[in-house]
């Protein structure tokens, strides 16, 4: 069983920055492959990035590429999604997940935050 808690978002301007973390409970937070997804009003949720357990193998959605970074800190047991050059389009709700192998579809991840909110003002 793993617990989530994001934290770190709130209201920036276009072009600014947010870190978000993820804080996992439980000792096999190290196992897990790990994900931000985000949901805006309307849409659908989508992944933004993803890590898997060691840190070596990441992902990035196409929109974010060259301006999120997504790391983890095992040892800490949370994982970081550094955002620059926020843009207004990334506005909403982030959400960080588990998952017990490497996957991009949120059907395949077990464990979910409760999300933060991101606010891009233009």
């Not at 790990?34 to 659908?44: H, L, S, T, V």
């Not at 909403?92 to 949120?106: G, Q």
Request: glycine share 10%; with cysteine; charged share 20%.
């Amino acid at each position: 069983q793993v617990q989530l808690v994001e934290s770190g978002g709130g209201l920036v301007q276009a072009g600014g920055s947010l870190r978000l973390s993820c804080a996992a409970s439980g000792r096999t937070f190290s196992l897990y492959a790990m994900a931000w997804f985000r949901q805006a009003p309307g849409k659908e949720r989508e992944i933004v990035a993803a890590v898997n357990w060691g840190g070596g193998r990441t992902y990035y959605a196409d929109s974010v590429k060259g301006r999120f970074t997504i790391s983890r800190d095992n040892a800490k047991n949370t994982m970081y999604l550094q955002m620059n050059s926020l843009k207004p389009e990334d506005m909403a709700v982030y959400y960080c997940a588990a998952s017990r192998h490497w996957a991009l579809d949120s059907y395949d991840y077990d464990y979910w935050g409760q999300g933060t909110q991101v606010t891009v003002s233009s």
